[in-house]
């Protein structure tokens, strides 16, 4: 006898539609076969499922068992064929009858005693099973949470065998999960930090603004103790909420990883990275036998924090060069090519110089000219230029350390940040509200209680053409731009991304032009081509 249930196949965060074929024959020799370019972890897995049936109570159907993971020619390599594998031999041994189970995809993997474990990867699969308009999913019930978030499927989860043989068969009704968004991006919304609580900086308070409202990339020079990393954590706390499909994305980069927490449904924050400078380049950009996404896709529509940056290996920080043009990262392989987002705000750290008190008014710096060029030349010329924003972290003059005034707080940036997005999104798109050809109804995710801002263009991302037509400058911006060009020999990026910065800085102050201070305060923000 034969029968098959659906299921599925992660590949990078993605999920693709996969069967499990069994054939249980009476005839001939006991024999075993497990066919379809399983990897180890898959072949393993028969073992497990013998041990679960018999301690559920159920019997290995036999002799002759033969399992097929279909499509042949795609890689296995996950243990959430477990279940799916044990429902298609029960089937096709006769031990019970379903005429449900061609109406949902199976993922969970399981231990001996019957107990389903937790997968990765549900959110993709629950997103698969839409598209395929199937009924549902049946997942382990740790993952029901995630899964649930995606509208027009039910989310059947299940803690042991027993469970999903009894809703199959309609012994044992199931409730589908639930999940209310409203309520979780409310609650989580929040952030236990705050920009009042750096005393001084505030002409770093002030460029860390400029660079979240116009998503640009930051790097803060300054000896230690400056309070560089303290100011890059508060980031988040100004940046936009997440919206719905923000969140989605990010969400299933970390399903994918198995890094979405047991119970959660979403990422209702934006993500912050700070990977260790020893980090290796397929960890920080992606990659591996089985390609996997990396910090920077893991940063998506948040903060990447690359502290001490001259630190990290010349190869590795030359990877991040084409991502931060492109917001993606590209990985080839011979069969294959993957894609993982990776759409991030970097903010990096570095000081001065090897011993780090090069800018510092009251501390010698002990390092030789030669030493200093050396230690900045760990950085190349095309991953500064792609770096929009270089400003002086100082040290903190102790009547400003130990006063009173806590200077600008996360909400009074946030509050600014917001209003220039805000111009932004009319400027990009219209009156902001979602495109005419998109109904509301294509959103994977379920209905919202209340609306958020949709994801749009931000001035760190707009095209040339889209520069020439924004960025338009009087007669005393051309002169100092000029300038600008000339001394301090900006390459043709830097000429753009100073246009780019000095738009922001108008949005801010809510100017419709660019005004001549506008443009020298984004010039301003260029420290290293003005050379420390």
Not at 418 to 425: D, E, F, P, W, Y
Request: with cysteine.
């Amino acid at each position: 006898m034969i029968s098959r249930v659906h299921s599925s196949i992660l590949q990078g965060i993605d999920a693709v539609a996969g069967e499990v074929e069994a054939d249980v024959a009476r005839g001939g020799l006991g024999e075993l076969k497990l066919v379809g370019l399983a990897d180890t972890a898959v072949k393993e897995s028969v073992s497990r499922i013998q041990a679960a049936l018999r301690n559920s109570g159920y019997r290995w159907p036999g002799p002759k068992v033969t399992i097929n993971l279909a499509p042949a020619d795609v890689k296995k390599d996950s243990a959430a064929f477990d279940l799916p594998i044990a429902l298609a031999v029960m089937q096709a041994g006769g031990m019970f009858a379903s005429e449900t189970c061609d109406d949902f995809l199976v993922v969970g993997e399981l231990a001996l005693d019957g107990r389903v474990r937790a997968v990765k990867g549900a959110l993709a699969t629950a997103m698969l099973a839409r598209r395929l308009e199937k009924r549902g999913l049946i997942c382990p019930a740790d993952n029901a949470a995630e899964a649930a978030v995606v509208e027009g499927i039910e989310v059947i989860p299940v803690s042991f065998l027993t469970e999903a043989v009894g809703f199959l068969t309609g012994e044992l009704p199931i409730e589908p999960a639930d999940v209310d968004l409203g309520e979780i991006f409310k609650t989580a919304a929040r952030y236990d930090v705050d920009f009042a609580d750096v005393r001084g900086q505030e002409s770093a308070k002030r460029a860390l603004t400029v660079a979240a409202a116009g998503h640009h990339n930051i790097l803060m020079i300054g000896p230690p103790g400056a309070g560089k990393t303290m100011l890059a954590k508060r980031i988040p706390s100004i940046l936009p909420p997440l919206t719905p499909d923000e969140s989605l994305e990010t969400t299933r980069i970390y399903s994918a990883r198995g890094l979405l927490p047991s119970g959660q449904s979403l990422m209702a924050t934006r993500p912050v990275r700070t990977p260790h400078h020893s980090t290796s380049s397929a960890a920080l950009v992606g990659g591996g036998i089985i390609p996997q996404p990396g910090e920077i896709s893991l940063a998506h529509h948040g903060v990447l924090f690359l502290d001490e940056l001259p630190e990290f290996t010349r190869a590795t920080l030359e990877m991040i060069r084409q991502p931060l043009e492109d917001r993606w990262v590209t990985i080839p392989r011979v069969h294959s090519t993957l894609k993982f987002p990776a759409a991030i705000m970097l903010v990096a750290a570095m000081n001065p110089c090897p011993c780090g008190y090069f800018t510092d008014p009251k501390r010698p710096c002990k390092c030789s000219p030669t030493a200093i060029e050396r230690y900045l030349s760990r950085i190349s010329g095309p991953l500064i230029d792609r770096i929009d924003i270089h400003i002086d972290v100082p040290p903190v003059p102790w009547r400003q350390l130990r006063g009173d005034s806590d200077g600008l707080s996360s909400a009074d940036m946030r509050q600014q940040v917001l209003a220039a997005r805000s111009v932004q999104r009319r400027r990009f798109a219209g009156d902001g509200t979602p495109p005419k050809n998109k109904s509301v109804s294509s959103s994977p995710l379920r209905p919202m209680p209340y609306a958020l801002n949709p994801s749009t263009i931000t001035n760190a991302t707009m095209s040339s053409k889209q520069v020439r037509r924004f960025c338009k400058l009087d007669s005393a911006g051309e002169t100092l731009l000029k300038q600008a060009m000339t001394e301090l020999g900006l390459s043709a990026r830097a000429h753009d991304k100073v246009l780019r910065i000095a738009r922001t800085i108008a949005d801010i102050e809510g100017e419709e032009n660019i005004q001549s201070h506008h443009l020298a305060e984004a010039i301003q923000y260029r420290k290293l081509d003005r050379r420390l």
